[in-house]
Nanobody
Framework: QVQLVESGGGLLQAGGSLRLSCAAS????????MGWFRQAPGKEREFVGL????????YYTDPMKGRFTVSRDSAKNTVNLQMNKLKTEDTAVYYC?????????????????WGQGTQVTVSS
């Protein structure tokens, strides 16, 4: 049984930085792709970025490029999301998720295991 737990969310002002972490229980992330998503009130869940555990390579959609960085720490069995130059529109609940898919999965339906989410609130 796999459980994912996000941490590191909070309240901060625009322009600040925040690092989220996702820890797994029940198994390691080895051989899988870990994705980060976010969901703002009244909005659909949005893909943020992913890291391929085996290679460490990452992928981001255009709105995230240059500000967000996804990384994995094999020693700690965690996946991190470093967020810089945060904007008010980044306010959302952030989720980590795991998929057995290959390539560059960006759809929520591709992911099997999800964390409970952590709130990130950016004020002006």
């Amino acid at each position: 049984q796999v459980q994912l737990v996000e941490s590191g969310g909070g309240l901060l002002q625009a322009g600040g930085s925040l690092r989220l972490s996702c820890a797994a229980s029940g198994r390691t992330f080895s051989g899988h792709i870990m994705g980060w998503f976010r969901q703002a009130p009244g909005k659909e869940r949005e893909f943020v970025g992913l890291v391929r555990w085996s290679s460490g390579t990452t992928y981001y959609t255009d709105p995230m490029k240059g500000r967000f960085t996804v990384s994995r720490d094999s020693a700690k069995n965690t996946v991190n999301l470093q967020m810089n130059k945060l904007k008010t529109e980044d306010t959302a609940v952030y989720y980590c998720a795991e998929t057995r898919s290959v390539g560059t999965p960006t759809a929520t339906r591709s992911y099997v295991y999800w964390g409970q989410g952590t709130q990130v609130t950016v004020s002006s």
